[in-house]
């Protein structure tokens, strides 16, 4: 499909922004965890310590099914203007200080003021949840061409210690995506706990992998100063380090669960992204060119807005330096909910898979052969749906 080819869903086309001052809401979300902290304080109900998570769990979910999807796309013409727009630009601009300024916060808050480990737990959470957010901003910036937005990717992704994020992401996930070999692209009959202990290790791998193939071109150590990845996790270290140093032994809970949480929220993001999805191989041995059928799209309103239009997914891999007011939604198939209820479904294996298998096979007319397989459940998956495929397959 065409990048500029509106889709079937699409007819109706936007003429205006209506949710133009509303893309601000990721900023606010960006410091739930200092306005919990406040409300905290002033009203001693700890559950405001936990503000974050809810907002994410509970109310994010419940706002899409509220005011439901979106699949309307802008003219050409007014899709140009709306891109070239410095508005949107900056407000992912803005966004980076307030990840520095919350994380700061709720670490020396958790080390001097916590009254338990309820407090500090919730409190710890809701930054693990900005930290997700925090990738979000990374990968919106790190597809950008220009070095201010490059180097804005690296220091946002220093405060969820992912700084290898934009590398692996950009030359790795985009090239294999939906096939076997990404570590990014979740199997059919994949538990979203298999999918992390493969993709985060795998990801690290890919990324310093190629990292360093990059640097020796150029006759470089991986050791290099111009490691683009390391770049970032010196400012890590020195943000870590100077909080141990600062605040003492107490803070560290703080750092292990908010960084391995906003992983978490990573790969849930990709686990969802194109669960079973397959590029079939052609006779020449290669995959098919990625096209929106290997991404899965949600349209709702409300927890796009609040994730910078991360969940148009498809047209992102059509056009990765697109920015995210113009993505489009496209012929995509759809999740059956925003990704916050996705995230929900997906830390339950037995509903996720109720939901979204069938959702799969759809995709490929029933044909269990055409599906990218955990290859554990092969076996299982071909007999379930269709035994002779198995003998076809074997």
Request: glycine content about 6%; proline content about 5%; charged content about 20%.
């Amino acid at each position: 499909m065409a990048d500029d080819t509106l889709s079937k869903s699409t007819e109706r086309l936007k003429t205006k922004d209506n949710f133009r001052y509303l893309w601000w809401l990721p900023l606010l979300i960006t410091i739930t965890p200092i306005i919990g902290v406040q409300l905290y304080q002033t009203t001693a109900n700890a559950l405001y310590a936990w503000l974050t998570p809810i907002l994410w769990y509970v109310f994010i979910p419940v706002g899409d099914f509220v005011l439901g999807r979106d699949d309307r796309n802008y003219s050409d013409a007014w899709s140009d203007e709306i891109e070239n727009d410095p508005y949107y630009k900056w407000l992912t601009f803005l966004s980076v200080p307030f990840f520095y300024v919350t994380w700061i916060y709720c670490a020396w808050w958790v080390a001097t003021h916590a009254q338990g480990s309820w407090d500090y737990l919730g409190v710890t959470l809701g930054v693990a949840l900005t930290n997700g957010l925090a990738l979000v901003v990374g990968h919106e910036l790190g597809h950008k061409t220009n070095t201010l937005e490059k180097n804005l990717a690296k220091l946002v992704l220093a405060v969820p210690a992912y700084g290898h994020f934009s590398a692996e992401h950009n030359r790795g996930h985009h090239k294999d995506v939906a096939t076997p070999e990404d570590p990014a692209s979740a199997r059919m009959g994949e538990t979203l706990y298999k999918f992390i202990l493969r993709e985060i290790p795998g990801a690290f791998y890919r990324a310093f992998r190629d990292e360093n193939e990059r640097l020796r071109r150029k006759h470089k150590s991986i050791f290099s100063f111009e490691n683009q990845i390391l770049q970032s996790f010196y400012v890590t270290f020195l943000m870590c380090g100077a909080a141990i140093y600062l605040l003492g032994w107490s803070v560290v809970p703080f750092i292990i669960i908010s960084t391995l949480w906003g992983w978490q929220f990573l790969s849930s993001s990709n686990y969802i992204e194109h669960y079973g999805l397959l590029r079939q191989k052609q006779p020449d041995g290669r995959y098919e060119r990625a096209r929106p059928e290997h991404s899965w799209n949600a349209d709702h309103i409300f927890s796009n807005l609040m994730t910078f239009h991360l969940q148009r997914h498809s047209d992102h891999h059509s056009r990765p330096t697109r920015r995210y007011q113009v993505l489009r939604s496209d012929d995509a198939p759809e999740l059956p909910s925003g990704y916050a209820g996705c995230f929900t479904l997906a830390y339950f294996p037995f509903l996720w898979r109720k939901v979204m298998d069938h959702r799969v096979l759809e995709q490929y007319g029933g044909d269990i052969t055409k599906v990218n397989v955990e290859p554990s459940k092969r076996e299982e998956l071909y007999k379930k749906y269709g035994a002779a495929e198995v003998a076809n397959h074997e």
